[in-house]
């Protein structure tokens, strides 16, 4: 069975300062596929990112960069300076190959203050 | 941009009652899904759905629970008799297949069992 941890429960920080979540996952699979989610007070659950297990590249995307370390089992993600907007409840998430069954990690929710 | 719509946004029903949920996910994808999140809690996944049959279903998705995709757009979950612990957002999401797995959320509905 597939496990993802999010230790951190909340991250409070100021404008235009950097946030990044960490995740851990577990999986016996071989071939699987990372998420990062945002979900804002609206409620929605908004797709961010995807990353497959046998592709390590980090990359980034505008403001967003992750950071997937298999040797480790996590795929951090960071937000480069934070706004107001990104203020919300970040959940990682994983699937593995064949399955399309999204395990969720708890969330970290992050508070971008002014 | 296309994307996945539910209704009701809110359902509030007594105890004992039977609830529908509708969902309509994106119209070429292949792959559906519910998923619950209990305030406050992470996001659990129901039941994955695909060429008109369950494909796997959590331990939460007892006989109470069944889906269905009546037509060719419409995809429901129905709660027979709801209790107080079925009380939640419940999200429905859709994914095209293959070797796309993101899957995309609707806005959710919340149901309120009193």
């Known amino acids: 069975a597939q496990k993802v941890t999010q230790a951190q429960t909340e991250i409070s920080v100021v404008e235009k300062e950097d946030v990044t979540l960490d995740c851990v996952y577990e999986?016996?699979?071989?071939?699987?596929?990372l998420f990062w989610y945002k979900q804002p007070p609206s409620g929605e659950l908004v797709f961010l990112i995807r990353?497959?297990?046998?592709?390590?590249q980090n990359e980034i995307s505008g403001r967003y960069s992750w950071n997937f370390q298999k040797s480790t089992s996590s795929f951090n993600f960071t937000i480069t300076a934070s706004q107001v907007v990104d203020s919300a409840v970040y959940f990682c998430?994983?699937?593995?190959?064949?399955?399309?069954?999204?395990?969720f990690g708890a969330g970290t929710t992050v508070t971008v203050r002014a | 941009e296309p994307e996945v719509t539910q209704t009701p946004s809110h359902q509030v029903t007594q105890m004992g009652q039977e609830v529908i949920l509708r969902c309509v996910p994106i119209s070429n994808h292949l792959y559906f899904y519910w998923y619950r999140q209990i305030l406050g809690q992470k996001v659990e996944f129901l039941v994955s759905?695909?060429?008109?049959?369950?494909?796997?279903k959590s331990e939460i998705f007892d006989d109470q629970f069944s889906v269905e995709r009546p037509d060719g757009s419409n995809f429901t979950l129905k709660i027979r008799s709801t209790k107080l612990e079925d009380s939640a957002m419940y999200f429905c999401?859709?994914?095209?297949?293959?070797?796309?797995?993101?899957?995309?959320f609707g806005p959710g509905t919340r149901l309120t069992v009193t």
């Open positions: 990353r497959n297990s046998f592709d390590e």
């Open positions: 999986t016996r699979d071989t071939t699987y596929y």
């Open positions: 759905f695909y060429n008109n049959e369950i494909s796997e």
């Open positions: 999401a859709s994914t095209l297949g293959g070797t796309s797995y993101e899957q995309y």
């Open positions: 998430a994983l699937v593995k190959r064949e399955d399309y069954k999204l395990s």
